[in-house]
Nanobody
């Protein structure tokens, strides 16, 4: 059983930065594709970014392209989401998700593809 835990949420001002971290324990982290999703009040959950086992060609939601960067450190069982130039519209609960995959280059923006989820960490961007 994989346990996924997010860290790093908080309250920031518009234009500031924040880094989210997500650890996945219990299995070989390097065998998992990882993703960040978010859900704002009254809105559907959406994929923010995902990263394959190999770390190449990550996906980004158009709204965050150029501002957010996903990365992973397999030695630390951790995936990161570096968020820059935050906007009020980035306010949401951010969730980390994991899926064990055979294809090294695979990741997906579809939440139904992921088996394991964290409890979420709240990001609030105040104007």
């Amino acid at each position: 059983q994989v346990q996924v835990v997010e860290f790093g949420g908080g309250l920031v001002q518009v234009g500031e930065s924040l880094r989210l971290s997500c650890t996945a324990s219990g299995e070989t982290f390097g065998e998992y594709a990882m993703a960040w999703f978010r859900q704002a009040p009254g809105k559907a959950r959406e994929a923010v970014s995902c990263i394959s086992r190999g770390g190449g060609n990550p996906y980004y939601l158009d709204f965050v392209k150029g501002r957010f960067t996903i990365s992973r450190d397999n030695a630390k069982n951790t995936v990161y989401l570096q968020m820059e130039s935050l906007k009020a519209e980035d306010t949401a609960m951010y969730y980390c998700a994991a899926k064990r995959v055979n294809i090294r280059s695979w990741c997906s923006a579809q939440e139904g593809h992921y088996n394991y989820w964290g409890q979420g960490t709240q990001v609030t961007v105040s104007s």
